[in-house]
T-cell receptor, first 115, second 115 residues
């Protein structure tokens, strides 16, 4: 069954430093997609980055990169050079090719960036 | 208007009231979603519509009734709700095609309080 686990309820990082947010997943489907979303206090979920299960290289989008370790079923988000505006909730999510339109989300990690 | 809009942003209703949440997407997408986000719980998928056809109903109580008159508009009709239905209701849209990649674009949400 699909499952997403985010074990860090809250994280602190100093401004301009890098931070890694953990995500592990469970699926029996060989084809799936992994996503990270950011949710500021305003409530709107913002798509950050995507990794396909067959992608050979780790995805990168600006300051965001996804550390994809398929054998360990982990998809950690790395934010480089943290900014105060990065303070938000971060959600890892997964969709299986055979799962229809269902995307499941982890419980989230709240990131606090300190000045 | 751009992206995904939701109205109202905030709603307070009694358990005997009938109200509706509205979502509109201006992205030309073919799929629309309703999610419920409760405190300390992962985001829960409620309904999915693809080309106006409902493709997912995630065991949602009948007091929530979705309506999708066209691919740009999605409603969630509410009646005889319970206090535990108080949550942030998020609408999202995506462009569906073969393969797992389906970045979802979210609206700002409706914060619902049931008294």
């Amino acid at each position: 069954a699909q499952k997403i686990t985010q074990t860090q309820p809250g994280m602190f990082v100093q401004e301009k430093e890098a931070v890694t947010l953990d995500c592990t997943y469970d699926t029996s489907d060989p084809s799936y997609g992994l996503f990270w979303y950011k949710q500021p206090s305003s409530g709107e979920m913002i798509f950050l980055i995507y990794q396909g299960s067959y992608d050979q290289q780790n995805a990168t989008e600006g300051r965001y990169s996804l550390n994809f370790q398929k054998a360990r079923k982990s998809a950690n988000l790395v934010i480089s050079a943290s900014q105060l505006g990065d303070s938000a909730m971060y959600f890892c999510a997964m969709r299986e090719d055979t799962g229809g339109f269902k995307t499941i989300f982890g419980a989230g990690t709240r990131l606090f960036v300190k000045a | 208007e751009t992206g995904v809009t939701q109205t109202p942003r905030h709603l307070v209703m009694g358990m005997t009231n009938k109200k509706s949440l509205k979502c509109e997407q201006h992205l030309g997408h073919n799929a629309m979603y309703w999610y419920k986000q409760s405190a300390k719980k992962p985001l829960e998928l409620m309904f999915v519509y693809n080309f106006k056809e409902q493709t997912e109903n995630n065991s949602v109580p009948s007091r929530f009734s979705p309506e999708c008159p066209n691919s740009s508009h999605l409603f969630l009709h509410l009646h005889t709700l319970q206090p535990e239905d108080s949550a942030l209701y998020l609408c999202a849209s995506s462009q569906e095609y073969t393969g797992s990649y389906n970045e979802q674009f979210f609206g700002p949400g409706t914060r619902l309080t049931v008294l």
